[in-house]
């Protein structure tokens, strides 16, 4: 009882949108008859390299503060859409997976059908780059 509840309050995120939940919840079975779910998705450390470059890419001088300060890791996850298309999308977040925001900061698209085995070699070889600490160049 306990436990359905706290699910139901939400837990207590280190920013407002939970981007691993949600792709989480698109990855259950029964979401694979819609038009959009998530193939695979992946949690990984952000490197101190890369830390400093998204950072100073988002950096705003009005407030003296990056957009992604808070960001320690990185989550990227394959997606389908419209049963044919396929798009890789990779987020800065927190460890627990959550962000201030619900847009990617990079987005690979697929449109070709039958693609799939592309698609997974292309996200094992973006997890390589973000255990490299050379993902964001």
Known sequence: MNKRLRKKMGLPWKQKHNVKLTTVRLSRKK????????LRY??????????????????????????????????????CFNKNGFRILSFPCASDGSSPTISPVRIFDYDRPGCKVTVFKDFEKEKQQILNDNYWD
């Open 31 to 38: 979401h694979h008859n819609t038009t959009w779910y998530a």
């Open 42 to 79: 992946s949690l990984l450390p952000m490197g101190e390299r890369d830390y400093k470059l998204l950072n100073n890419e988002y950096w705003d001088e009005g407030m003296q503060v990056s957009e992604y300060s808070y960001a320690t890791h990185w989550f990227i996850a394959v997606y």
